[in-house]
């Protein structure tokens, strides 16, 4: 019992000494610290295309991400606020003219032929089965759907650095069965993609 006894203290201590604190006396005044982590990238300027966020950093790995929050079936159709976007051409100098024109558009599923495909995505509901989903529809600003293509172009001239455009994305929560749904659970995720064609 006494082993088991200091264990727990052990264990109090150890978690304790984490972050521990101060008091003095019974002033009640005191200090409490913790560790503070700080965390860049760094890639190699290239004469490639880059997607960046509003703020002009490089978006990485996660994506986009478009966050409804929490709904009731009660809250019908809901649309998330605008993500902008910028389109960018990095070099070692800088921002250089992207000098062309770009082909913005939504790609869901295997294809990476971004003209071949529509912008509904299934949020599949975490824990669940395929027949939980919810349809999430994505939008781009100026962006047309016809034959299940969404996107638009963009002349860029041969003097304009970067482009802007915006995604949503809205849902039906009408029929939603509770629970935590997202993309990439049923479908592949699906991805912005940018292309573009040099001026002739």
Do not use: C, W
């Amino acid at each position: 019992m006494k082993k088991v006894l200091f264990g727990i203290i052990a264990l109090s201590m150890a978690a304790f000494a984490s972050n521990p604190g101060e008091i003095n006396g019974t002033s009640k005044v005191g200090t409490a610290s913790v560790p503070v982590k700080v965390l860049a990238e760094v890639i190699a300027p290239t004469d490639a295309l880059v997607i960046t966020d509003e703020a002009g950093n490089i978006i990485g790995a996660e994506g986009i991400v478009l966050d409804h929050g929490i709904h009731t079936s009660a809250d019908g159709k809901h649309t998330t606020a605008p993500f902008r976007f910028k389109v960018k051409r990095l070099t070692a100098e800088g921002s250089q003219p992207i000098n062309g024109t770009l082909t913005v558009a939504i790609k869901k599923g295997e294809s990476k032929d971004a003209t071949t495909e529509g912008q509904p995505i299934t949020l599949g509901k975490v824990g669940g089965g395929t027949t939980n989903t919810l349809i999430s529809n994505l939008k781009l600003e100026n962006g047309m759907t016809t034959s299940n293509v969404h996107g638009y172009t963009a002349d860029m001239g041969t003097t304009a650095k970067e482009h802007t455009g915006e995604i949503t994305s809205t849902v039906d929560f009408t029929a939603a069965a509770p629970g935590k749904y997202e993309s990439g659970l049923t479908e592949t995720r699906p991805e912005l993609v940018v292309t573009i064609a040099a001026k002739s």
